[in-house]
């Protein structure tokens, strides 16, 4: 519809701004990737509100509270939020595995790290 062309073309140009804003790592390529479902800002900001809601949480604790990360993919974001913390606070990081040695789950989840 030619009434939707207008729109479409200010969507397409944010996107690509917005895209063109990401660091992408080394290996990956840029052009497969469809769409941004979130900006670094929103991520940015959502972490900001969720460490602010455990902070608050746990104010009153007597002992650091104990956050534990799931490794690998929860790093950066696990760093992120427990850097906002505004209380006291032990990190510990754990990794599980249902891959075994092979490339497909076993079904069977296996404490790998702790």
Same mark, same amino acid.
């Given at each position: 519809h030619?009434?939707n062309?207008?729109?479409?073309?200010?969507? /397409?140009?944010?996107?690509? =701004?917005?895209?063109?804003?990401?660091? #992408?790592?080394?290996?990956? *390529?840029p052009?497969?990737?469809?769409?941004?479902?979130f !900006?670094?800002?929103?991520? %940015? =900001? =959502?972490? @900001?509100?969720?460490?602010?809601e455990?902070?608050?949480? #746990?104010? %009153?604790?007597?002992?650091?509270?104990?956050?534990?990360? !799931?490794?690998? &993919?929860?790093?950066?974001f696990?760093? %992120?939020?427990? @850097? @906002?913390?505004?209380? *006291?606070?032990?990190?510990?990081?754990? /990794?599980? /595995?249902? #891959?075994?040695? &092979? !490339? !497909?789950?076993?079904?069977?989840?296996?404490?790998?790290? *702790?």
């Amino acid at each position: 519809h030619p009434h939707n062309a207008a729109p479409l073309a200010l969507l /397409s140009e944010h996107v690509e =701004k917005a895209m063109a804003s990401v660091h #992408y790592p080394a290996f990956m *390529d840029p052009k497969e990737i469809e769409s941004i479902m979130f !900006t670094e800002e929103q991520i %940015d =900001k =959502k972490v @900001r509100e969720l460490a602010a809601e455990i902070s608050a949480a #746990y104010k %009153d604790i007597e002992q650091p509270l104990i956050v534990i990360c !799931t490794l690998k &993919g929860a790093a950066p974001f696990f760093a %992120d939020l427990a @850097r @906002r913390l505004e209380v *006291d606070s032990v990190w510990e990081f754990m /990794s599980f /595995s249902s #891959y075994g040695t &092979g !490339t !497909t789950s076993s079904g069977a989840v296996q404490l790998v790290l *702790d």
